[in-house]
Structures are given as structure tokens and as C-alpha cells.
């Protein structure tokens, strides 16, 4: 089993930067693929971006490519979400996510984090 914990959201304006870390507990850190989804309000929750086990592959959603980059560190149990060019459209809550498979579907990942909110203003 393994616990997340994101941080680093907060409140930015447009074109601005923000960078998303998740600490993840536990020894089994490198087994999981990891992901970042995000849910603005009255929303379903959607795919952001995704990390292989080893970070050599990586997978994002056509709206954030190119703005979004999505990375990890084994040896500190924590995987990044660096943001920027943001937009107001990318306000939401942000969870981090392990699971077995690299994939962009919720159903893929078996533990979340609490999430944190992103706003960015116009």
C-alpha cells in the first residue's frame, strides 16, 4: 500500500508557472506507474499526465502538452507536475496517483492523494 500526499497549489495569474509535488510512503515507490489527474468544479475528473515506473516514458493530455511536464525521483519517492503557461482554464484540484499500469484512465490507478487546488487567474 502506498499514502500521497500532494502540495504545492495555489493561487497564480495567467501565463504564470506552478510546480506539483507528490510524496509518496512506503519502500515500493519505483513499482508504481504514477499520474496526475485534475477536477474543476462541477467536472468529472480527467487525465493530466502519466510516468512509467522508471520515468522513461511519460504520457499527457493533448490540452497540457507542451506546457505540462510530468517527472519523478525513486530515490525520493516523489513525482512532479511542473505547470506552466497557465491558463485560467487549467483551474482545478490536482491528485496524484499510483497504480500498476501506465494508463490514462482513472479506473488504472488503485491509490489517490487528497489533492490541491490550482487557480489561476485572468
Known amino acids: 500500500q502506498v499514502q500521497l500526499v500532494e502540495s504545492g497549489g495555489g493561487l497564480v495569474q495567467a501565463g504564470g508557472s506552478l510546480r506539483l509535488s507528490c510524496a509518496a510512503s512506503g519502500r515500493t515507490f519505483s513499482s508504481y506507474a504514477m499520474a496526475w489527474f485534475r477536477q474543476a468544479a462541477g467536472k468529472e475528473r480527467e487525465f493530466v499526465a502519466a510516468?512509467?515506473?522508471?520515468?522513461?516514458?511519460?504520457y499527457s493530455t493533448e490540452s497540457v502538452k507542451g506546457r505540462f511536464t510530468i517527472s519523478r525521483d525513486n530515490a525520493r519517492n516523489t513525482v512532479y507536475l511542473q505547470m506552466n503557461s497557465l491558463n485560467p482554464e487549467d483551474t482545478a484540484i490536482y491528485y496524484c496517483a499510483a497504480g500498476s499500469s501506465l494508463y490514462y484512465t482513472r479506473s488504472s490507478y488503485n491509490y489517490w492523494g487528497q489533492g490541491t487546488q490550482v487557480t489561476v487567474s485572468s
Open positions: 510516468i512509467s515506473r522508471s520515468g522513461s516514458s511519460t
